[in-house]
């Protein structure tokens, strides 16, 4: 019972710390403020609480999140930018081998943790992922936090000054590259209609990604949570439709992320931070490395633009990227859906690759 009321009160001040991080706007910044309010508590009582099934439904529903951004349209898009996504994904595997060798060499890291840290996946989903795969989660939460520091701070500013030089590339004519990135649904006439008729298609995505998940789980792959539940939800979303997913749900997963690594920071970590200054160095070369090396490539290779090419390359959030993309003048469906096929690949295949390389390491 006593565990349970410290779980609690564990939870509510996470909660309390990811909604003042959320409201700062800082980067994936509910998972943020969860963690750190969560770190300052149990340095402060040393009784954390957070419970290992609950990491499980986070994966479940994470997975479920990514398969809502999928649709036909999404899947037709695919198609058409099928060589430059083969050309971003394997890019990406071989520059995450490299960059998680240095992070591996330079520094105090293990294996795993390096090649977790170095992956262009979601800071949540690598954090979550992390710990039951041999990585220390709360180093590669901080370090995948790093990253999206740099690139939401950084690139912008790169970006806005690079594309003052550059045409960028206007595709017009093609219909499949007419991607939703979030438009409503309905009208006024039959608003209630519509609004009962998407809580059946989230919670029917819910249950579909929920049995995808566990499946996987039960077969003792990678990961198989997240995995299994992420391509179940894409088939469905496929042949049902791009499901809307709940901004507020989003924001919870992010603070029970938070939670779940604020718990494993121990003093003992807190006080190995020092160490992860040549990794936060290696990191930023390795992001600006990520967008424009990855960028300039699938720029040579292929017929997008080159601003285009590095926005979608970038490992950051696809929101984020598609603002981007509509200030300096990009083909933001392009990215859009470059952007969501790196994702679920990176979900799909990477946990299980750098669980082979880092058991082949020892």
């Not at 989660?137 to 000054?161: K, S």
């Not at 003992?268 to 090396?293: C, K, N, Q, R």
């Not at 300096?328 to 859906?337: E, F, L, Q, R, V």
Request: proline content about 3%.
């Amino acid at each position: 019972m006593e565990s349970f009321l410290f779980f609690l009160l564990t939870m509510a001040i996470a909660a309390v710390g990811g909604v003042i991080g959320y409201k700062l706007k800082l980067p994936a910044g509910a998972m943020l403020g969860a963690m750190v309010a969560t770190v300052i508590f149990n340095l402060i009582t040393h009784h954390a609480v957070f419970y290992a099934d609950l990491r499980v439904v986070v994966q479940l529903l994470a997975g479920a999140m990514i398969g809502s951004r999928m649709n036909r349209d999404v899947l037709l898009g695919m198609k058409r930018l099928t060589v430059p996504i083969l050309i971003l994904v394997a890019s990406m595997f071989v520059l995450n081998m490299v960059f998680g060798s240095a992070l591996y060499l330079f520094s105090s890291l293990s294996a795993p943790t390096a090649l977790f840290a170095a992956a262009p996946g979601g800071a949540s989903e690598m954090a979550i992922v992390a710990g039951e795969l041999g990585a220390n989660a709360a180093h590669v939460a901080i370090l995948q936090l790093a990253r999206l520091v740099i690139i939401y701070t950084c690139l912008p500013f790169i970006m806005t000054r690079l594309s003052g030089g550059m045409r960028a590339y206007q595709d017009k004519h093609s219909p499949e590259s007419c991607v939703a990135l979030g438009a409503g649904e309905s009208g006024a006439e039959g608003e209630m209609v519509a609004a009962a008729a998407r809580g059946v298609h989230f919670l029917l995505l819910v249950t579909i990604s929920a049995i995808g998940g566990i499946a996987f789980r039960s077969l003792g792959i990678a990961a198989g949570a997240l995995i299994g539940s992420m391509l179940a939800g894409t088939f469905y979303c496929v042949a049902r439709g791009e499901a809307a997913f709940p901004k507020r749900l989003r924001v919870c997963m992010q603070i029970s992320s938070g939670a779940y690594v604020g718990c494993r920071l121990e003093p003992e970590t807190l006080a190995s931070m020092g160490e992860l200054l040549i990794p936060l160095v290696i990191m930023f070369i390795g992001t600006i490395t990520f967008s424009f090396g990855i960028g300039f490539l699938i720029h040579k290779l292929t017929k997008l633009d080159l601003l285009t090419s590095v926005l979608a390359s970038c490992p950051g959030g696809r929101q984020e990227m598609a603002y981007l993309s509509e200030d300096i003048g990009a083909d933001t469906p392009s990215i859009a859906i470059m952007q969501t096929a790196r994702m679920v690949c990176v979900i799909a295949f990477f946990p299980t690759l750098l669980k082979l390389i880092t058991n082949w390491l020892g």
